[in-house]
């Protein structure tokens, strides 16, 4: 499942812009937000040095900071706002990803591998073969991106007799086996 602000202390990084470094080493920089708000600027230094983290005041700045070291623990080193922001900046680079083979895909989960998403993928929206529900790729994106409703119970099953049921019926089957 993503991570979302929640699992960051409420710190999150929009609008990322990439670009090059003196020795054309890829760079990032990008707004900082907190709880929904924008507090300042992040950007990686083109020269090599470290890192700018402008804060819209001194206390956000020290927050930030203090609260990455602690996040990061024994990860923790000097530049611990860097490593903090860059592994958001990661975690929303995997959510475009996942969106964007959310467009034309329905991310599929078998029995033994319910996390594993990613690697397999159907090209359509599909139809519960218990109970006829019509899942789009688009309402599954939805609820496993903004975790609206329950992702679990949309999320498609193969079967072992190569059904293709929903979550909740998947769960159902299992109960009534039993
Ligand atoms: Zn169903």
Known sequence: MFKTEKDFGGYWVKNIKEFKGHEQEPLWQASVYKNGKKIGFFSEDSRGGPARLDCNTREQEKELMDFAREF?????????????????????????????????????????????YLENALPEGYVCQDCDEIITPESLADAYINKIGNFMDLAPVYTEDSDLICHKCYKKRQSEKR
Request: with cysteine; glycine share 2%; charged share 35%.
């Open 72 to 116: 990061l623990g024994e990860e923790a080193w000097a530049e611990s706002y860097h490593t903090f922001l860059s592994k958001i900046a990661e975690e929303t680079d995997y959510i475009k990803q996942v969106k964007k083979l959310c467009k034309n895909k329905i991310l599929i989960q078998t029995p033994e591998e319910i996390y594993d």
